[in-house]
């Protein structure tokens, strides 16, 4: 489904029609309760949107205060003078680009070898025939109902036994296969014509070939979707870093984060600007690919 | 399919990465957790696994017994079910808002409200710390305005769990809605039409039209609104430590401290095992009255 260019725009729904068309005759005659209903709708959007973004813009005017600024009555909104200082600090006195380095490994990491594993599968499941196939299947999709903390007793058991505790791929490890990524994949691969891949074979093209060179580029959209999920999930995830790492100089950045704010929690400015710090990437690669991401998350909702 | 065998094997070859690791990091790690939750271990058993004894159902029965674990389950409840259908009846709403034939710059409107879902928990946890300031927070300040008086927002036991509660409306509601819009698009204009033939009025056609054609997607948000909102846990962790007097320790949070903060493992296991069993019978009862009505 294609989102906002869709041949039904400009959009249609149930609020749309509380209001009678005017005549297309003249636009200076259009009734007043359309005018006064298109202020109403306009005035909760903006209202909406304002807060909706509060939170996120305070943040940024906050970390750019001079100290103590944010604490006091009453509130500051915008700061009195911009400064820099504490971005210096986290990145001086705290390490925290020691961290935004390990999110940033980590995030990559995984988002780069988990497109691989479940395209792979996603693939196999759409268009290779075994035997088992749809049990195998049904299985995987029971997992969906299981809450991951359910596995992560034993998860870190095992992960200690592996010597794994403390280590970047005590985090990456876990999250290289994914259930939900296995049936976004599976659900768009089912649309790549049978011909296509018989004609591929016909021609003695091996499976990893058209694999690689028939598949891949047929499935671009859904990877797209699914790296911006993975690095998403992966950049913000907490419990499971918190669990695994013991020692600062692997931590992730939320997980430097939650331990930041039990020290500072006074200096308002400085963790501000840590939190920037945090979802500020995150952020970016939201609303440089957000059409990928937006399409991915409605068209995998609604088929499935 | 002209080749089976050889398609065969090059599916096993493809699905095998994928499988050993959910296989060995996921399914195996559940089943162990059931083993885990009738054994005693415990800090000991970390450092040597021969510590460990078969207790039966001990650890489940002294979980009965711990008020604790009751009031978790309590806060729990109250943030799943106060805070999952408020999210949702959010999402539905703006959903509805944006997707009305009136408003121009949709996609606009719809990247704003979909920011907050993409930006870091724990980040924006600590950035609603303080704006929930009694003395300092925006909040307050703009109650004031309002002639409210001052709420001690995070320390009052009673508004600590509302709190989460808003904080996750606010983090949350843009997935939902998004998923709400992608269903009100695929509700076929003629039913609108012959409902306004019919003469309904914009509140007959949201209950007799645009609710009933959008029971596919409440299930949807529904099912993964509630499973999310049962996994409470950094909200807790980073805002108020579970805090004031317990009022927002959660079933994960409390899963957590006996688990790796007090590593009494085989207690904490069985916490997890009855999250599940929350989760899979909230999960069966939105199906069972999804299919009834």
Partial sequence: MTVGTGNREPGTGAASRELPASSPSSPFSVPRSRVVGKTILYLTLFLGAVLALAPILWMISASLMPTGEASTYPPRVLPSRVTFEHYEALFTRLNLGRYLFNSALVASVVTLFSLAIN????????????????????????????????????????????????????????????????????????????????????????????????????????????????????????????????????????????????????DTELMMASSVLTTLPVLLVFLFLQRYYIQGVMAGSVKG | MRFPSEASGAAWFFLAPALLLIGVFFFLPVAASLLLSVTDFDIYAVASSENTRF?????????????????????????????????????????????????????????????????????????????????????????????????????????????????????????????????????????????????????????????????PTLLFVGVITMIGYFQLFAEPYVMTQGGPLRSTTSVVLLMYEEGFRWWRMGFAAAIAFVLFLVILGFTLVQFRIQRER
């Fill in chain 1, 119 to 266: 395209s792979m599968a996603g693939y196999a499941f759409a268009k290779l025939r075994f035997r088992g196939r749809d049990r195998l299947f049904q299985l995987l999709s029971a997992g969906l109902v299981l809450p991951v903390q359910v596995a992560m007793l034993p998860l870190f058991l095992l992960m200690k036994q592996l010597g794994l505790i403390n280590s970047y791929w005590g985090i990456i490890i876990p999250g290289l296969a994914s259930i939900f990524g296995i049936f976004l994949i599976r659900q768009y691969a089912q649309s790549i014509p049978d011909d296509m891949l018989d004609a591929a074979r016909i021609d003695g093209a091996s499976e990893l070939r058209i694999y690689r060179s028939v598949v891949l580029p047929g499935i671009v959209p859904i990877l797209a979707t699914l790296a911006i999920w993975t690095f998403l999930a992966t950049w913000n995830d907490f419990m499971w870093p918190l669990i695994v790492l013991s020692d600062e100089s692997h931590y992730t950045l939320p997980v430097a984060l939650a331990n930041l704010v039990g020290e500072h929690v006074q």
């Fill in chain 2, 55 to 215: 207790v039966g159902l001990e650890n489940y029965a002294r979980l009965l017994r711990t008020p604790l674990f009751w009031s978790s389950l309590q806060n729990t409840f109250y943030f799943a079910l106060v805070g999952g259908p408020l999210t949702i009846a959010v999402s539905l709403g703006a959903a509805l808002l944006l997707d009305a034939k009136l408003v121009r710059w949709k996609s606009f409107f719809r990247t704003i409200y979909f920011t907050p879902f993409v930006t870091t928990l724990v980040a924006v946890a600590i950035v609603w710390r303080y704006l929930y300031h009694t003395r300092y927070g925006l909040l307050n300040y703009g109650l004031e305005a309002l002639g409210v008086p001052p709420v001690d927002w995070l320390g009052d036991p009673r508004w600590a769990m509302p709190s989460i509660i808003l904080m996750a409306v606010w983090k949350n509601f843009g997935y939902n809605m998004l998923i709400f819009i992608a269903g009100l698009q695929s509700i076929p204009d003629e039913l609108y039409d012959a409902a306004n033939v019919d003469g309904a009025g914009p509140v007959r056609q949201f209950f007799n039209v645009t609710l009933p054609m959008l029971r």
